[in-house]
Every structure is written in C-alpha cells, then in structure tokens.
C-alpha cells in the first residue's frame, strides 16, 4: 500500500512543483505576487502556464478550467482542451499566459441579482495564484474569480479575497504600534468541521423528496432514533469506513490537509475535519471536498447527504468555521499565553472580536441563513439563531478584572488531577468547549458553529474579517495619536470590554431562559433567513462594508436579492414536491390500505355480524378522514404557491414564504406522518427513516 507522504498533493501544482519546474527568477516573482500581492507581469504567466500545461499533460490531463464559485452555493468549471491545430493537420498541446490568468465563461444565467441583465452574457474569471490548481480527473482546473463585465464580483472568493487584504491593513497599523516590526502580513486561517449523512443509494432512489430538495419533507419517527447515543464516536461499519478511507485518498491527493473522521450523534451521520489553512485556500478545499464526498459515496452505493436538516426529530448537520489570525512570522495573534493578564496585544486582539461579533450580530446571522439551515439553529443540536460569544472561565476573569480594575487571581487549576497515579498529568486548556454557544473561543481561535453543511465559508469569513477589521482600524486610529501607550492600550482595551459584555454568555445556549436574556441584553434574534436577510442592507453594514472595499453598494443589493430568491425558490421546490408526493404516492397508498381495511370487515361480517371489527372501523374512520384533510390541504399548498409567483417584492415573498407555505407544509406532513403509523409496511410507498437511517450495514 502507498505511503500517504508519497502521494498527497501529487494532483497539485503546488510550491514544490512550482519550484522543480520554474526558472529561479520566475518562481521568485510568482512568490512575490503570491505573498505579497504584487502585480503579475504577461512574461511570468506564460513561463507559468506552460509548466503548469506540461505537468498537467504528463499527469494524464486534456482540458482545462477556471474553476470558480458563483452565487448557486456550488462550483462551476467550464472545460477547454489544451489542443491546437499544427501545420501538419495533428494537434499540439497548447497554454497560454493569457487563458492562465483570464477565462470568458457566458455568464448569462448565473445569479446576478439585477447587476446586469440576462442578455448581458459577458463574465470573465480571473486566476487566483493564492490557491493552487489541481488536476480532477483529466481536467487541471484553475481557482479563479468571477466578475461580470461592469468589473461587478458575481462570486464568493472575490469578496472573501477583499476581506482577508481588508484585515491585513488594519491588523498591521495595530501590530506596528507593538512593536512588530518584522511582520509584514497578516492572514486568517480556517478550518472548517464538516458533518454529513450517509444513506444506501436504492432507498434514496425511492424517495423524491431527498431527489429535489436534499431533505425528507414526510417520515414518522423510527422507534430508536439517536435517544442512546450509541452512534457518537462509536465503531464505524466497514462499509462507511470503506467509503472514508476512499474519500481520504482522493483528498490527500488534492493536498486537502483531510485529518479526523468519526460517527457523528444521530445514526448514519459522520464527520470530517482537516488541519488548519489559510481562509482562501481552505474555501476552496471546503467545496472541493463537499464535491468529492458526493462522488466517492456513489462508488460505494451511498448517498451523501450535505443538507442541514434532512430527517425532522433527528440531529441536523452543520460545519464548524474554526478561524484565528496569524502573522507570516508565525504568531497566532489569539493565543493567549502563559499569561493572558499581562499580555496586552492578545487581549487587544480579543476585544476587537468581541467588539466585531456584537456590532455586527446580524452579519454573521445572515451569513449563515439558508431554508436548509433554518430548520437546524436552535433546534438543540445547533446553537440557537441569537449570536453570543462564549470565552471560559479564565478569559472571563481576565476581562472581568480589566474591566473593574481589580488584581486578577489567576487560573485556580493548571494541571488536570485524574486521581489515578498511572495516568499522565496534563495541562488543562484556557476554555472549556461550549457546544451550545455560537462563537465559542477554543484556546487559540474562535469556532463559529452556526453554518449549514451545505454552506459555502466564504460568506461567514468575509463578514468576519470585515467587522474585525472595523475594529482594529478603530483602535488604530485611537492608538496612532498616543502619547502614553501602555496606559491609552489599557484604557482601551476596559473600555471595549464594558462597551460590549453584553455579548459574552458562557452558560447553556439551548436553555430558554438565555433566550429571554438576551432579548433583556438587547441581542438580535433573527430567526430565519426572511427575518435575516433584509439586514445586509442596514446602513451600519453597508457602510462598513463598502469602507473596506469588500462590497460595492451594488453587489451587496445583488446578494439581499439572491439570497432571498434561494430561499424562496427552495422552499417553493419543496411545497410542489409534498403536493407532487401526496397525490401520487401517499394517498394512494392509504386509499389502498382502506381498501384492504374494508375487504377485512366484509370477510369477518360474511363469518358472523357478531364477530368485532372495531380494529378496522377505528383505522377506516382515521385514514378517510386523513386523506380528505390531507387532499384539502395539498390543494391548498398548492394554491399558495401560485400565489407565490405573483408578488413582486423578493422581501414580501420571502415573509410569504415564512408565514403561509412553511407552516401549510407542516399541517401536510403530520397528516402523512401520523397515516405512515397506521398503514400496513407494505403497502407504504417511501422507505421509512429506520431504512434510511440504519440502512447501511
């Protein structure tokens, strides 16, 4: 068996084969322009692109892409052949400079939301040489950005991008006033937990629900669900293993840094977690690898589910953004030290985002606000829809004794004490983990724990690095007019910490007395997408997002508009699929099964009148009734998805959606899920969630 040394990253043209195959003088200016963002001259591009083109080549490639990520939530590649016409009627593998670093896909029906209209089919990409190209398939595919021809971001990486350099300039103004002379960029770095649900293929196959909208819209409760928690971190069958060891091989070949996987709580759920990387980079990995798990699960006759929520009653699936700031010398600006009292450039980073994360609570909500992900906050397995900051004891004294300018007594426990003398002692961390909390600091990063599976870290890492960027350029501007640093640094960091306890909870987030305690703290609690949304377009936001160049006014219109056309297109997918479903599949089979019901009650009568049919009686009364409810609010479902379709406003549809279809759709399914109890196994036309969920042997 390969050594995994041997082969990861062998489908990435990565430093080290950028090293083997470019000229001294081209790979240093390819560095420069990589770390340092400095312009990329036409002559370094082609020296680039044909090295790039011959290891492709001999790799096994034939086409190649800019590989991109528009505003669907998904990636988009269009392919083009190295090949070129010779003299002699053959071909010869060609690549250029100049397709290197610009592509032209149509971008007519991409999601622009008004920045241009659909005849306007112009979109160029751009070559992103932050984030190595890969080879997938026979295809090398080159992460770039997508902008439309007005030069308007039509993508997630080209905001992300401007957040990321928005950061770097405010977090340097701060580190110079320390001192730190030697560094001259900073960069976030994310690693983000990805949870997902396996399923055999032939059952979701059965299933239109999961087909069109990724989630079961009917289903009863199976008898044992997640109640045992047998399911977390326990062994894992050998086929799901199969699979995970499968996924591991193409990751690692993709340089995908793939390091954890584990059974998850609810039955057929998993996990996956990589290493730490760079924003951007990670980003891409993140999509790739939502790609990948998909392909590989069909070699094994597995389904994998990426949707938030895909069983009701039963544990959804989110993806932990573990994010932290560190300088190119090394330093992870959140890490607190053996001191955290005393370390001022520490504390001043954390007040900033803690500072960042209260002004700009609804920016983090909506950047996380998906149909999918609305069934799944608050719901006991996620946090709940209020933004609040959790920071463990320790941090919690430190900014407390700041903040009242009492002596800190320190942390009363430094090592674990076990009480048995075999085992090893070992230091205790700064925090505890609070799995109830939104934004929890875990020691040296904050874990952001509100996205869906299925959502693109783009969005909440863009919003992120931009309100903690406000922050720093706050401080900086105080800071750069010191006359008595240490004393203005103290000041400000108090200050800061009084401005906005409000946000810091380290309690149970699931227990509703925090929710009413919030609404007394004056937090924000958007709890859908429809509630959400609306918010980017707040002046606060808009203005602190166009200040830092992240956004144009324009683009963040566009995105309002084409996020909440998501929302509303989902949920109208899913109100035709329960109509489509009911009529077709789950009436008729309890028409059936009263059909067998009465054949029942007419055999015994023909035995005797006096034999009891109160069994059948009973369950005829049940099921006719549910059927004629369940006709009647189909056609009623239905109707207000017409309805749907003639409001103009994107809002007004997205609160119609909120308030009438959701709330029909309910009303239908538990009329379906109470009939799935009654009616005979056999005769139920979907495989049921114990099939689903404990299906996989």
């Given amino acids: 068996m390969a050594n995994v040394a ?32 400095e312009q990329l001259s ?51 593998m060609e690549f250029s400079g100049k397709e290197l670093i610009k592509g032209e896909p149509d971008a007519s029906s991409f999601p622009s939301g008004g920045l241009r209209a659909t005849f306007e089919a112009r979109g160029y990409t751009a070559w992103d040489p932050t984030s190595y190209a890969f080879i997938k398939g026979k295809t090398l595919c080159i992460p770039t950005a997508f902008c439309s021809y007005g030069s308007d971001a039509l993508d997630k990486k080209t905001p992300l991008l401007r957040s990321m350099q928005a950061l770097n300039i405010q977090a340097l103004r701060v580190l110079k006033l320390f001192g730190n002379e030697d560094v001259t960029k900073v960069v976030t770095s994310v690693g983000p937990e990805q949870e997902y649900f396996l399923v055999p293929r032939e059952l979701y196959a059965k299933r239109k629900d999961l087909i069109y909208t990724g989630r079961t819209l009917f289903g009863a409760r199976p008898p044992k ?25 193409e990751l690692w070949k993709l340089g995908i840094l793939a390091k954890t996987q584990h059974n998850e ?48 009653g039963v544990n959804g699936s989110g993806k932990h953004n573990n994010w932290s700031i560190g300088t190119n010398t090394g330093v992870n600006l959140l890490t607190p030290g053996e ?63 700041i903040e009242n300018e009492t002596e800190y007594a320190g942390a009363k426990q430094k090592y674990m004490k076990l009480g048995v003398d075999v085992l090893p002692q070992f230091r205790r961390d700064t925090t505890d983990r609070n799995r109830t909390s939104p934004f929890a600091f875990t020691g040296n990063k904050f874990e952001f724990r ?8 783009a969005c909440c890492n863009m919003m992120l690095n931009s309100a903690v960027a406000e922050s720093l350029k706050q401080f900086a501007d105080i800071l750069e007019k010191s006359e008595d640093f240490e004393n203005d640094v103290h000041n400000l960091i108090r200050d800061t910490i009084k401005a906005h306890e409000r946000i810091i909870f380290n309690g149970n987030g699931y227990d509703d007395a925090w929710i009413e305690e919030a609404e007394k703290r004056g937090l924000s609690n958007l709890k859908t997408t429809a509630d959400a949304m609306p918010h980017l377009l707040d002046e606060k936001n808009v203005k602190m997002l166009t200040s830092h160049k992240v956004f144009t006014e324009a683009e963040l219109e566009s995105r309002m508009e084409i996020m909440l056309e998501n929302y509303v297109k989902q949920v109208n997918i899913e109100a035709l699929t329960m109509v489509d479903m009911t009529g077709k599949q789950i009436i008729p089979a309890i028409e059936t099964y009263l059909g067998k019901l009465l054949k029942n009650v007419s055999m015994k009568k023909a035995i005797s009148e006096n034999i009891s049919c109160a069994y059948e009686t009973a369950n005829i009364e049940k099921l006719s009734a549910a059927c004629d409810e369940m006709s009647a609010n189909a056609g009623i479902l239905e109707r207000l998805a017409d309805h749907l379709n003639h409001i103009d406003d994107i809002v007004e549809q997205a609160n119609f959606v909120r308030d009438e279809i959701l709330p029909q759709m309910e009303t239908l399914r538990d009329y379906a899920d109470a009939a799935e109890a009654v009616v005979d196994a056999e005769l139920w036309p979907l495989p049921t969630y114990g099939e689903l969920l404990f299906g996989v042997r």
């Fill in 6 to 37: 041997d082969y990861f990253g062998s489908m990435v043209f990565d430093d080290k084969v950028m090293k083997e195959r470019l000229d001294g003088k081209i790979y240093q200016k390819l560095r420069k322009t990589i770390d340092e963002g």
């Fill in 42 to 92: 036409i002559s370094v591009a082609n020296a680039v692109a044909v090295a790039m083109k011959d290891w492709a080549v001999e790799k096994g490639a034939t086409h190649y892409t800019h590989w991109f990520q528009p505003l669907t939530g998904i990636t988009a590649e269009k392919h083009d052949s190295f090949i070129s016409p010779s003299p002699d009627g053959r071909v010869i």
């Fill in 225 to 249: 669900g997640q109640e045992l928690d047998d399911h977390y971190f326990g062994t894992i069958k050998p086929r799901v293993l199969a699979y995970m060891e499968d996924l591991n091989d």
């Fill in 265 to 312: 709580v609810a039955p057929a759920q998993h996990e996956l977690a990589p290493i730490y990387t760079t924003t951007n980079v990670a980003t891409d990995n993140n999509q790739l690898t939502m790609e990948i798990m998909q392909k590989v699960a069909e070699k094994h006759g597995l389904v994998c589910l990426l949707h938030e929520k895909p069983f009701k």
């Fill in 339 to 401: 001191t955290p009292f005393e370390n001022a450039q520490f504390l001043l980073f954390l007040v900033a985002v803690i500072k960042a994360v209260d002004e700009y609570q609804d920016l983090l909500r909506l950047s996380v606000a998906t149909a999918g992900n609305d069934h799944r906050l608050g719901a006991n397995e996620a946090p709940p829809a209020v933004i609040s900051i959790f920071l463990g004891d320790e941090l919690a004294g430190v900014l407390d004794a």
């Fill in 450 to 457: 509100m996205l869906g599976s299925s959502n693109s870290i």
